[in-house]
């Protein structure tokens, strides 16, 4: 689309609310599938809105991008499939034709590599124990395991904390024995006067 067609449609659309790029959407798509490369840019004028936001497993910063519009849609683009990623900026005031990778979209990537990992070592774990003969009990004794850390880690918290009212306990004793003793001394003292 060409300079005066792209402005002819900004002015015919001017009153329609912004859409801008929504990265949260875009993050759990690329999370999810893990594209070689990714774009984002408007429908319609990628030649002058779209750049490169994925690349490698990975987001990418400091890419030229215009990505809000009142009229082309903010569209995210892996391969040949053009998918459409937007908001109105209404729902999203922080985010601009400007914003790049915000916060929650970092979020978003990083607990899905986090749970890749996650996922990759527990394959890793079962294929070990394929290897090793280790039969579905090792498996339960695992899971066995997982649990009785997790009553051991509450059993701990709760032994400091019955330690503490112990010692707190024990502390309220010598005071009041040492209230009792003063009482006495007192009274003596008044005694023999």
């Known amino acids: 689309m ?16 912004l859409m801008v790029f929504d990265w ?8 999810m599938r893990n594209p070689d ?24 910063r400091n890419e030229y991008t215009y990505l809000a519009s009142t009229w082309a849609h903010p569209m995210l683009i892996i391969g040949d499939e053009e998918i459409e990623c937007w908001r109105y900026k209404v729902d999203v005031p922080m985010w601009s034709a400007e914003t790049e990778w ?7 990537v990083k607990t899905a590599k986090m749970s890749e990992k996650f996922e990759q070592e527990a394959i890793e774990a079962y294929n070990y124990s394929a290897r090793n003969n280790i039969n579905e ?28 009212d112990m010692e707190n306990w024990q502390l309220r004793q010598k005071v009041e024995r040492l209230k009792q003793q003063i009482v006495k001394l007192a009274s003596g003292e008044d005694s023999e006067e």
């Open 137 to 164: 009990s090792g498996v339960l004794m695992v899971t066995i395991t997982l649990n009785e850390y997790r009553e051991l880690v509450t059993a701990k918290a709760k032994a400091d904390q019955l330690k503490n």
């Open 37 to 60: 490369e990714a774009l984002a840019g408007l429908q319609d004028d990628y030649e002058y809105t779209a750049g490169v936001i994925w690349r490698k497993g990975k987001p990418v």
């Open 24 to 31: 949260d959407k875009a993050a759990h798509i690329l999370a």
């Open 2 to 17: 060409d300079t005066a067609m792209a402005f002819a449609m900004g002015e015919a659309h001017r009153n329609d609310p």
């Open 102 to 108: 915000p916060k929650s979209a970092m979020g978003i």
